[in-house]
């Protein structure tokens, strides 16, 4: 078995979910599927919060939407997990052997809280392995030059996890900004994760908003799609 991960772009569509429920609308999940050759129903989507819960699915997940969820996992083959982003960081766990795969959505709250390092703990429950056999991918998303924070957050990040994350918080002038997709990689490599299996994208969602939805640079309500599973042979 192998693992197919990816992203959408602007161009094929938004995935914001509708009014009355988390998922996306019809014709963008019928666009997707046929893209990748599956069935609609063979999606998982969250609701996604801001939150730190990761929950294992299986089969009966499929089709359906994971109420206040940020990270999904799986070892069940087509079982497409997917996130919805517009400037958080969209991320991709796989073991090396393919057993078990992960999504998960962060943002600075996520992180904060370490949605990250109970994802890892959960693929590799999953997968039957440690973490130096897992594969991270930190899909397109807000990079530190376009994203301003306040000083409460830098405050939040030591208090939490130590001194150490300062170095991911620079000034610009009177701004503060933040590396999320450097403190997401910090976090990955603190789970265990050798910094080899770590794969951040080159790829700013705000300085390259005409590719990528961005709330941040042009308050986009759309959202692109981040998506990964296990094929069968």
Same mark, same amino acid.
């Given at each position: 078995?192998?693992?197919h991960?990816?992203?959408? *772009? /602007?161009p094929?569509?938004?995935? *914001?979910?509708?009014?009355?429920?988390?998922?996306?609308?019809?014709?963008?999940?019928?666009?997707l599927?046929e893209?990748?050759?599956?069935?609609?129903?063979?999606?998982?989507?969250?609701?996604?919060?801001h939150?730190?819960?990761?929950?294992?699915?299986?089969g009966g997940s499929?089709?359906?939407?994971?109420?206040?969820?940020?990270?999904? +996992?799986?070892t069940?083959?087509?079982?497409?997990?997917? %996130?919805?982003?517009?400037?958080c960081?969209? %991320?991709?766990? &796989?073991?090396?052997?393919? @057993?078990?795969?992960?999504?998960?959505?962060?943002?600075?709250?996520?992180?904060?809280a370490?949605?990250?390092?109970?994802?890892?703990?959960? %693929?590799?429950r999953?997968?039957?392995?440690?973490p130096?056999h897992?594969?991270? +991918?930190?899909?397109p998303? #807000?990079?530190v030059?376009?994203?301003?924070?306040?000083e409460?957050?830098?405050?939040?990040?030591?208090?939490?996890?130590?001194?150490?994350?300062?170095?991911?918080?620079?000034?610009?002038?009177?701004?503060? /900004?933040?590396?999320?997709?450097?403190i997401?990689?910090?976090?990955?490599?603190?789970?265990?994760?050798?910094?080899?299996?770590?794969?951040?994208? @080159?790829?700013?969602?705000?300085?390259?908003?005409?590719?990528?939805?961005?709330?941040r640079?042009?308050?986009?309500?759309?959202?692109?799609?981040?998506? %990964? &599973? #296990?094929?069968?042979?």
């Open positions: 078995m192998g693992v991960f990816g992203w959408t *772009e /602007k094929f569509g938004s995935a *914001e979910r509708t009014a009355a429920e988390a998922r996306p609308r019809a014709a963008f999940m019928r666009c599927a893209r990748m050759g599956l069935p609609p129903g063979r999606f998982v989507w969250m609701d996604q919060v939150g730190d819960r990761v929950r294992r699915v299986g499929a089709g359906g939407i994971l109420a206040a969820t940020d990270g999904c +996992v799986t069940q083959p087509e079982l497409v997990l997917c %996130i919805r982003t517009a400037d960081l969209p %991320i991709l766990l &796989f073991d090396a052997r393919g @057993r078990a795969v992960a999504a998960v959505h962060a943002g600075w709250r996520g992180l904060l370490g949605i990250l390092g109970k994802a890892v703990t959960s %693929i590799c999953a997968a039957r392995c440690g130096k897992i594969r991270a +991918v930190i899909g998303c #807000i990079h030059s376009c994203y301003e924070v306040g409460e957050v830098r405050r939040s990040f030591a208090a939490r996890h130590g001194s150490w994350t300062r170095r991911f918080f620079r000034k610009s002038g009177t701004r503060l /900004k933040a590396s999320l997709p450097g997401a990689g910090a976090q990955l490599k603190t789970a265990g994760i050798p910094a080899t299996h770590i794969r951040p994208s @080159r790829h700013c969602t705000a300085c390259d908003s005409s590719r990528y939805f961005s709330f640079a042009r308050s986009d309500r759309g959202r692109f799609a981040s998506f %990964i &599973f #296990i094929s069968t042979p």
